[in-house]
């Protein structure tokens, strides 16, 4: 395969297996086209969270967001942070 590369991506590219952090031109692209996946499965995941969150929504279960129950989460969230406790996985990605 020949893959042409713009000459900032390829002096990235150099940098990267001259640095000894990759061995060569394929890791270098095969690491890229690795985190491209991964970035990919988090965003089918946020997606799928965010149909969970709203087929929920539409079946009238949850809280209403006001102003109020914003503040309540955020101070909980800042009390968890404060005292070392983990945050709870509703507020994690």
């Known amino acids: 395969m020949h893959v042409n590369l713009s000459p900032e991506t390829e002096g990235f590219r150099r940098s990267k297996v001259a640095s000894g952090f990759y061995g060569n031109a394929t890791e270098v692209v095969c690491n890229a086209i690795r985190r491209m996946q991964a ?3 988090r ?4 997606q799928a969270a965010l149909k969970v969150g709203d087929d929920q929504r539409d079946r009238g279960e949850g809280v209403v967001d006001t ?3 914003l503040n309540e989460i955020t101070q909980s969230a800042i009390s968890s942070l404060r005292n070392g406790s983990p945050l709870g996985g509703e507020l994690l990605p």
């Open 39 to 41: 970035e990919e499965s």
């Open 43 to 46: 965003v089918a995941a946020w």
């Open 67 to 69: 102003p109020e129950t």
